[in-house]
């Protein structure tokens, strides 16, 4: 069993919508990040959040240490939203590696 | 704004060749990481290095080793290619300590043929 889980696998929108991707963990955190891999390959680091709420733009992280959960929000969804949403954990070790979900494919039709 | 550059974005290589994958930081962190990239698996960690010369086996080390003699540069080497090593590879990096993103590389597509 993967110990980061995320929901849903696929998800279509119409642009505008709002759209929500979840993440649960099972293991102990110090840091939970939301990443963003367009096509092609190359992976951006969104958050990076261990406890709260973060904003930036029409993005929000949200997580829940307590329930284990993390959720990331895009308002007013865009084409160029269109992309595969990775949710990874730290579980503090000094080393410093992440434990990976599998992706969410987002894709925002015009 | 940190920089981590890999070598080749496509390559394709015949089985049982060596191959090198070379990564490149400019920021002077002091953990990278390998991973691969596969449809349906996510990312899987292959090695990591936390200093010069030091290293640690991740998920997948079977047919991969790695070299860091350089804080800068982290290599991963297919000692003989197979077809199953057919993937996206990408690096990344991040600075150790409290409050550090992951930076990646813009990744390799690497085909064994």
């Known amino acids: 069993k993967n110990e980061v889980e995320q929901s849903p696998q696929n998800l279509t929108a119409q642009e505008g919508e709002f759209i929500t991707i979840n993440c649960s963990y099972s293991v102990g955190i110090s840091a939970l990040h939301w990443l963003q891999q367009h096509p092609g390959g190359g992976i951006v680091s969104l958050f990076m959040?261990?406890?709260g709420k973060k904003k930036h733009g029409r993005l929000i992280a949200t997580i829940n240490i307590q329930e284990k959960h993390s959720s990331l929000h895009i308002t007013a969804s865009h084409p160029r939203d269109s992309a595969v949403y990775i949710c990874a954990v730290d579980r503090g070790s000094t080393l410093g590696r992440l434990y990976f979900g599998r992706g969410t494919q987002l894709t925002v039709w015009p | 704004d940190v920089k981590v550059t890999q070598s080749s974005r496509y390559l394709v290589k015949r089985t049982g060749e060596k191959v090198f994958l070379e990564c490149v930081q400019d920021m002077d962190h002091e953990n990278m990481f390998w991973y691969r990239q596969d449809p349906g698996l996510g990312l899987r960690l292959i090695y990591f290095?936390?200093?010069?010369?030091?290293?640690e086996k991740g998920d997948i080390p079977e047919g991969y080793s790695v070299s860091r003699e350089k804080k800068e540069r982290f290599s991963l080497i297919l000692e003989s290619a197979s077809t199953n090593q057919t993937s996206m590879y990408l690096c990344?990096?991040?600075?150790?300590?409290?409050?550090?993103?992951?930076?990646f590389g813009n990744g390799t597509r690497l085909t064994v043929t």
């Open positions: 990344a990096t991040d600075p150790r300590g409290n409050d550090s993103p992951l930076h």
């Open positions: 290095s936390y200093d010069v010369k030091m290293k």
């Open positions: 959040l261990s406890s």
